[in-house]
Structure formats: C-alpha cells, structure tokens
C-alpha cells in the first residue's frame, strides 16, 4: 500500500490504543508541510528562498495530494507574483491537512474514529489503531536507517528531515536516547540524498517548519509558566 508523507507522520502521531494525537501542534506543521515534500518529488511545485510555486499543476493521481494542490493552485492565483510565502501556507493549511490525512486513514482502515463527550459536554474525536501494518513497516523502515545506520532513501530521508524539523524526535524512537536520536537525524537532514531541486526545496520547508515550531514550543512553554 502506498501511503503519503503526510500518512507515515500522522501514524507516528496518533497513539495506537488511545487514538490521540502526540505532540499534535508540531505534528500538523509537519504533516503541512510533508504536502509539500510529496508534491516536490513529484515534480509539482517549488520553494525557493521561502517562497512557493506550483511548476505542474497536472494531477499526481493520489486524491490527497491533489486536493492539496489545488488548494495550493488556487491560492497562490490570489496572491501577487512571488508573495506567496511557504511559511504563510504551512500556518494556512496544517489544520485542515491534519483532519484530511486523518479521514485518509479512516478510509482506508488504518485507523477508526471513535467519539467521545468530555463530562458529557465537549465532543471530542480520537483515532486509534485499526491496522498496524503500515506503521511497523515505517518503523522498521526509520529504525534501519536510526538504530543501524542504514543509507537512507529519498523518501525516509525526507521523512526524517521533517521529524527534525519539527522537533518530533520522540515520536519514533520514544525508546531511545533523545540526544543520539537527534544527532543521527540532524545529520541525515543535512545530507545531500535529493536532487537540485527537491533537496532546496525540503531545505526551504526545514527553515519554515522550525521557526513556526520554535515559536510554537516558546509560547506553550510561556502559557505553562504564566
């Protein structure tokens, strides 16, 4: 089964029995921009220099990256030449690139929804585990390349390069030292294992996702204090 970026992050997310999200702010910048990632492989769209292009509009054939890049499409139809910032679609778009990703997996099986009222008031979704396949199959893949130093492919490598980005080191290796796992994924973020100009593209989306994440974590650190 071929599954999308955005997939592969959302599974590492959601706890299995519980179906809640882990780290979920970090984890829906990162699934925002994973769109991205996929549509650059595919040839689709451009960042450089923190700004945004669509070089192909032609359907990719998967309907969850599609459905982004139209989003993408239309947006940037609205904005001046050259002013439609990465950042500013990452910020746009995480929310309801996270609640798509999710409704794909429910599709597909991999997760079920389940809901909830909290003190029998506030609605509340939770996704756990329906099929693991997919995921044991993506850990095995990350643990390869993490634990026993594997190359990786473009794919698991771009993958990588998002977790880092993000800070969301802990939700593939909960197990291991966060220190080791960050060194091994900081220095597979900085290799060249792309083309021209995937590798600037991914690079320009590193930027973006951890300067929102960064400012992401400062404020959640000020609201614990205050």
């Known amino acids: 089964m071929h599954v999308t970026l955005a997939e592969e992050l959302m599974l590492l997310s959601l706890d299995d029995e519980s179906g809640v999200a882990k780290d979920g702010s970090s984890a829906g ?9 996929d549509l650059a492989m595919a040839g689709r769209i451009a960042v450089e220099e923190g700004r945004l292009a669509v070089t ?11 459905e982004r890049l139209e989003r993408i499409v239309e947006w940037i139809g609205r904005k001046a030449p050259g002013k439609a910032k990465a950042s500013e679609w990452l910020t746009r778009d995480h929310a309801t690139a996270v609640r798509a990703t999710v409704l794909r997996l429910c599709q597909r099986g991999l997760v079920v929804e389940e809901r909830h009222r909290v003190l029998g008031l506030f609605p509340v979704r939770r996704y756990p585990e329906a099929d693991g396949s997919v995921e044991r199959e993506l850990r095995e893949r990350l643990a390869s390349v993490i634990r026993h130093h594997a190359a990786p492919d473009v794919r698991t490598a ?12 802990g939700l593939a290796f909960p197990d291991l030292p966060r220190k080791r796992v960050e060194m091994r994924f900081a220095e597979i973020a900085a ?36």
């Open 158 to 169: 771009t993958l990588i390069a998002l977790l880092h980005a993000a800070r969301l080191h």
């Open 191 to 226: 290799g060249d294992w792309a083309g021209d100009s995937v590798g600037q593209a991914i690079r320009n989306m590193h930027v973006a996702i951890a300067a929102i994440a960064a400012v992401t974590a400062a404020t959640a650190a000020t609201a614990a204090v205050s």
């Open 56 to 66: 192909d509009p032609t359907p990719t054939g998967d309907p969850l990256l599609d």
């Open 29 to 37: 910048w990162a699934v925002a921009g994973s769109f991205l990632a």
